[in-house]
């Protein structure tokens, strides 16, 4: 489409920033395996977090909310649900497990482009379809003045406009000439500029950015909402849409303000990603400190709990990974079986 069509006739250079930040993302795309092999249970809990961040989040950014005391019901339960907006919030769950579950199998295609869509709108009649009447993007003021900030592609050319964007993507894609981070937000943006469905474009927008950033290797938004970020940052994300779409029609618009936008969030991601994996690793190393020096200091023979009673922070499973380890390294004994097991130093812990 418009901005697809910019980047595969008129792309002399990438800008300088993009390109920095092209390269800072593909370094923490490089530590991603490390960091995937670190504590199974802590990434377990971000991946839920994560998922409910990003349904309440990307709902809220189009104004559908839900009360806090019913999210962990409406995300993960299966009881009846409440009103309109619980049914989107669940049905935006749904179509983030069938990304997560599906990843890269799932193609850009319409029918991939429809189903998300028909998932988190839910039971709304025109779930699943296109527009079939005018639906410019409006811009409300809170004196009750309202302007039209971008003009749609019109109901009646939506289908056709579609299928060219999807098949424009798939032929900049194949010939691998410019990055595929760049050619997935600018579909992105695309996509915005076309609206192609009366309500949730927004919605499905993000759904299709998180489908594409997974194509190219990018994991974190299974740990770190992306739509929280988004959410965090939205007046920039409504200036960048507008100062890319400007000119979008003749194309004569820039894209850049929009697609580095979408880069800045996603090393955002990145750094709170790996900044509370760090976290969860200090936190744990000074805990096994303290736990080295609360054995060192027990008197003959002693029991977990005491030990639990000297580090409260510190878990039990932790306690016992410790006291393993000095087993293994011949400096602790365990006299007996059960949590109740005495212990022995067999030489001084250091």
Request: charged content about 30%; proline content about 3%; glycine content about 6%.
């Amino acid at each position: 489409m418009m901005t697809l069509k910019m980047l595969d006739t008129k792309l002399d250079s990438i800008p300088v920033s993009t390109a920095w930040n092209l390269s800072w993302l593909a370094e923490a795309k490089g530590r991603q395996e490390l960091y995937s092999n670190r504590s199974p249970q802590k990434l377990k809990t971000l991946k839920e977090h994560a998922l409910i961040q990003s349904a309440v989040s990307s709902n809220r950014i189009e104004g559908v909310e839900v009360k806090k005391a019913r999210v962990g019901t409406v995300i993960f339960g299966r009881k009846l649900l409440n009103d309109r907006d619980e049914e989107e919030v669940r049905g935006y769950r749904d179509a983030l497990g069938l990304i997560h579950e599906k990843g890269c199998k799932l193609g850009v295609t319409e029918k991939t482009i429809l189903v998300l869509h028909k998932l988190a709108r839910g039971k709304v009649w025109d779930a699943g379809s296109y527009k079939k009447e005018e639906s410019d993007i409006i811009e409300k003021y809170k004196d009750g003045r309202s302007r039209v900030r971008f003009r749609t592609v019109q109901a009646a050319q939506t289908p056709l406009f579609m299928k060219k964007l999807v098949a424009d993507y798939q032929k900049v894609l194949n010939e691998q000439r410019i990055p595929p981070l760049i050619l997935a937000i600018a579909f992105n943006l695309d996509f915005l500029c076309i609206h192609p469905f009366r309500d949730g474009n927004g919605r499905v927008s993000r759904l299709l950015l998180l489908l594409e950033i997974y194509r190219c290797g990018l994991e974190v938004g299974r740990y770190v909402s992306i739509e929280r970020l988004i959410e965090q940052n939205k007046e920039r994300y409504y200036e960048t849409l507008e100062e890319s779409s400007k000119g979008w029609h003749e194309g004569r618009h820039d894209p850049w303000p929009y697609i580095n936008y979408v880069l800045f969030i996603l090393k955002e991601a990145y750094r709170d990603f790996e900044r509370k994996l760090q976290s969860t690793a200090v936190q744990k190393g000074e805990k096994s400190s303290l736990i080295f020096n609360a054995v060192q200091n027990m008197n003959e023979p002693f029991k977990i709990s005491m030990i639990k009673e000297e580090v409260p922070g510190a878990s039990l499973e932790l306690i016992r990974k410790v006291l393993k380890n000095l087993q293994a390294e011949g400096r602790v004994k365990c006299l007996g079986r059960g949590p109740n097991a005495q212990w022995k130093r067999l030489k001084p812990v250091k």
